[in-house]
């Protein structure tokens, strides 16, 4: 079976959809819809449609939306109606009610709806994910990320809270597959622009391990990790290169006292593991269409993407309130 795919959106991330969706075995991009047309050259012998009624009439069985999030709405609604499988970029929609209306209709019509945390799939975090579940890290701790680099011209309409902190947010829920119960923020705006530009984080998930992130695009360089500490040692992900590394806690006896006064762990043997490394987001659009065709369910569901976005709205409504603490 061949799916007729249909993309919505052809700036600089639907660019990258389209890319990957000509070369997913078993669909097929028959229809593109932008109201902006084709900047970057990607429509090749397709015509370029103006509105998602347009994509549809063209018939389709799954959409990708690439719009600005204040247009996400409308557009999953309109393909849910018309029986369309979706996946739609990060953040879910700009309200939670928003994004409530949307989980509604998938779930009524019975629809795959996904949502395009592509972190999700770098190779790093799912050979990470992998090895906690096979029990290498024991119980789990904590859970920490950094995901700092310089102010991206790309973004006009939200913080680095919603832009950039909404993907770790998911990642520690999905790595130690448990929901957040609180969690308390800090942030600022250096930059003069309208919204946040900083954001430190911290907080405690459903299973008791404790989180935080630290958020910003103030830095001259660009970080993206994810620290995993569990009884056995700590798995760190790298995943600019999507590299994994195991520090493993060590059996050997400290001989220096003033260290036994300090380290409850001793340190042990340090591998960087070798992984098959694919693009995230090609892995992405994999999981989007063996969703549909009922193969598995490795793609982030609408509903996973709504709880992201009250944690999302709690790290705002705490620093609003000057760090207080918000509970799920």
Not at 66 to 76: E, F, K, L, R, S
Not at 134 to 144: A, F, N, T, V, W
Not at 197 to 207: E, H, I, Y
Not at 274 to 297: C, M, N, Y
Request: charged share 20%; net charge negative; hydrophobic share 45%.
């Amino acid at each position: 079976m061949t799916l007729r795919y249909g993309l919505i959106g052809i700036g600089s991330m639907g660019r990258h959809h389209a890319r990957n969706i000509r070369a997913l075995d078993g669909a097929e991009l028959v229809a593109i819809a932008d109201q902006y047309g084709d900047k970057f050259n990607v429509a090749g012998d397709l015509e370029v449609l103006p509105d998602v009624e347009s994509l549809i009439e063209v018939g389709i069985d799954a959409a990708v939306v690439a719009v600005p999030t204040a247009q996400h709405v409308d557009i999953a609604l309109t393909l849910a109606e018309a029986g369309v499988h979706t996946l739609v970029e990060k953040p879910l929609a700009s309200t939670i009610a928003e994004g409530e209306k949307m989980v509604a209709a998938f779930q009524n019509a019975g629809l795959i709806g996904a949502v395009g945390y592509v972190e999700r799939c770098n190779p790093a975090l799912l050979e990470m994910r992998k090895r906690i579940a096979d029990g290498e890290l024991g119980k789990i701790y904590q859970i920490s990320t950094r995901r700092q680099s310089p102010f991206p011209a790309r973004i006009a309409d939200v913080g680095v809270v919603k832009d950039l902190a909404t993907h770790d947010v998911d990642l520690a829920a999905w790595v130690a597959s448990s929901d957040y119960a609180s969690i308390s923020a800090q942030t600022a705006n250096r930059t003069g622009r309208e919204y946040e530009d900083l954001v430190t984080a911290s907080g405690k998930l459903q299973n008791g391990v404790l989180v935080n992130h630290l958020v910003n695009w103030l830095s001259p360089f660009k970080e993206r990790v994810t620290v995993v500490l569990g009884e056995h040692g700590a798995l760190v992900a790298e995943t600019v290169m999507g590299d994994l590394t195991f520090y493993e806690n060590g059996s050997f006896p400290l001989g220096w006292d003033q260290l036994k006064n300090f380290r409850g762990v001793s340190e042990g043997q340090m591998v960087r593991y070798a992984i098959q490394k694919h693009e995230p987001l090609a892995v992405e659009h994999r999981h989007f269409r063996d969703a549909i065709l009922g193969k598995s369910s490795n793609h982030v569901t609408m509903h996973e993407a709504l709880n992201t976005m009250k944690v999302i709205q709690g790290i705002l409504d705490s620093a609003a309130a000057d760090g207080e603490v918000v509970r799920f």
